[in-house]
Structure formats: structure tokens, C-alpha cells
């Protein structure tokens, strides 16, 4: 049974860092590339971050790139988020999600995804 817990949320000032941590387990966790999403209140689902299985491959959205940077560590069966420089518009429930189906570099697209989190609150004041 495949088991996604995010954790490390809070709440920060704008300018301020976080970073979260996604704990995997029930899967050979190397083999398959995991993705950050999030979603604020009345918003849908946004990409943030994909990672490949290995961590070489690492894509960003447009709104987060230069300020976060998506890690995995394979010994641990965890990835990460570490998130710089916070908005306000960050706010939000972030979401690890994993993608056991295929063997790809990752996706920004939500259904390529069969295994998702609780997710994590992430509150940024201005």
C-alpha cells in the first residue's frame, strides 16, 4: 500500500523560507518521479515541481521558479520542497503525488498521478 505524508507546512512571513518534506513508502520509491501541486481556497489544483526517479530530471512552474527548488533523497524514500522567498499568493495546501504507472521524468499534469498525499498548509503573510 502506497502511503504519501507531507509535512514542514506553517506559517511564515512573505520573504520568509520553508521547506517541505514528502515520506513515501509501499513503492521502490527510486523508480518513479514524484511532483509537488497545490491548491488555495476556491483555486484549482497547480503544478509546482516534478522530479524523475533519479532527481536529474526537475521542471518548475513559471510562478515558483528561482525561489523553489524540488530534491529527493532516495536513501530515505523522501522528496522535498524548499520553498524561498515566499508570496503571499503561496498560500496554499501543497501536495506530493507520485506516479507509479510509468517510468517517466514527470508531469505537470495531475492525472498522470495515481498516489497522492494529505497535503501540507502553507500560509504566507504579507
Known amino acids: 500500500q502506497v502511503q504519501l505524508v507531507e509535512s514542514g507546512g506553517g506559517l511564515v512571513q512573505a520573504g520568509g523560507s520553508l521547506r517541505l518534506s514528502c515520506a513515501a513508502s509501499?513503492?521502490?520509491?527510486?523508480?518513479?518521479?514524484l511532483a509537488w501541486f497545490r491548491q488555495a481556497p476556491g483555486n484549482e489544483r497547480e503544478f509546482v515541481a516534478h522530479?524523475?526517479?533519479?532527481?536529474?530530471?526537475?521542471y518548475y512552474a513559471d510562478s515558483v521558479k528561482g525561489r523553489f527548488t524540488a530534491s529527493r533523497d532516495n536513501a530515505k524514500n523522501t522528496v522535498y520542497l524548499q520553498m524561498n522567498s515566499l508570496k503571499a499568493e503561496d498560500t496554499a495546501v501543497y501536495y506530493c503525488?507520485?506516479?507509479?504507472?510509468?517510468?517517466?521524468?514527470?508531469?505537470?499534469?495531475?492525472?498522470?498521478?495515481?498516489?497522492w498525499g494529505q497535503g501540507t498548509q502553507v500560509t504566507v503573510s504579507s
Open positions: 522530479i524523475s526517479g533519479s532527481g536529474d530530471t526537475i
Open positions: 503525488a507520485a506516479n507509479t504507472r510509468t517510468y517517466s521524468s514527470g508531469s505537470r499534469y495531475g492525472n498522470r498521478y495515481d498516489y
Open positions: 509501499g513503492l521502490t520509491f527510486s523508480r518513479y518521479a
